[in-house]
């Protein structure tokens, strides 16, 4: 037993890097051939060249977590799962353990289209029937957008999220590319953590346009230029937004 405290705890105290392996410098160049076989699919590819070269990319990176059974190509019924994902229990951190369970389900997408509508509720369906929190698409592209964060693809994962408590979040080509410097493990949670909070926020304004970050970003800078809040403050609040919920795409 104390064994077993004592590796929990290590592991919800480790740094990021000791629960998904980050890109060293000796593997970047094969990662980046990854990257670049999917665009060059994504350009002149057919569709199975499309999905079979994204599909390969994320078993890559989804094998880097520690502790963990990847499945790609998983057969149930008249569906195809491109990745089930089978945390260890007792060996996961309590982020992954509260807030996702032991299995997320990903799906690639082989268009150079926007994720649809469409494409959240089925995800939704195969979330359901595995018994998941979270799913995860890989893509060319992010999710479609309306006039609001709260229509379209975008706005029907937020529906789901609030009605169904079910969780989907994606990484597009150029957020995987990013990988030789970020972690794949800390952008999941500033995923995940934006959209639970912005749901759970009772002042979201669903006309608002911006990620939900900017607007916490807005709000913080509001405070500062009126001097409710000092400059420590400020540079305090902005570190703990980037950290929690990922960089801003406003200038700071």
């Known amino acids: 037993m104390a064994d077993t405290i004592s590796y929990n705890f290590y592991v919800d105290h480790s740094p990021d890097d000791n629960i998904w392996r980050p890109i060293s410098s000796n593997e970047k160049e094969d990662f980046l051939q990854l990257i670049q076989n999917v665009r060059e ?3 002149n590819g057919t569709k199975q060249q499309k999905g079979q070269t994204l599909e390969i990319l994320m078993t890559y990176i989804y094998q880097r977590f520690k502790h963990i059974h990847v499945y790609d190509n998983v057969q149930r019924g008249d569906n195809q799962i491109d990745h089930i994902i089978e945390f260890i229990d007792g060996m996961t951190p309590t982020f992954i353990h509260h807030n996702i369970g032991l299995t997320l389900v990903g799906e ?3 268009h150079n289209k926007s994720i649809s509508v469409r494409e959240v509720a089925d995800l939704n369906e195969l979330l359901r029937s595995k018994y998941s929190k979270l799913g995860i698409f890989s ?6 957008k309306g006039k609001s ?7 029907k994962r937020r529906k789901l999220a609030l009605s169904d408590k079910r ?3 994606g990484f597009n080509i150029n ?4 990988l030789t410097e970020n972690n794949f493990y800390t952008m999941l949670k500033q995923k995940y953590q934006n959209i639970v ?4 926020d009772d002042y979201s304004d669903e006309n608002i346009k911006l990620p939900y970050h900017d607007r916490l970003f807005l709000s913080l800078k509001n405070l500062h230029e009126r001097k409710i809040i000092d400059e420590t403050s ?3 609040g902005i570190k703990e937004i980037c950290s929690k919920y990922g960089e801003t795409t406003l200038d700071t």
Do not use: P
């Open 41 to 43: 699919a994504f350009h």
């Open 108 to 110: 690639s997408k082989n």
């Open 139 to 144: 893509s060319y592209k992010s999710f479609s």
């Open 149 to 155: 964060l709260w229509h379209f693809a975008e706005g």
């Open 167 to 169: 969780v989907i979040i």
């Open 175 to 178: 957020e995987l590319e990013s």
């Open 197 to 200: 909070d912005e749901i759970e």
């Open 234 to 236: 400020y540079q305090n």
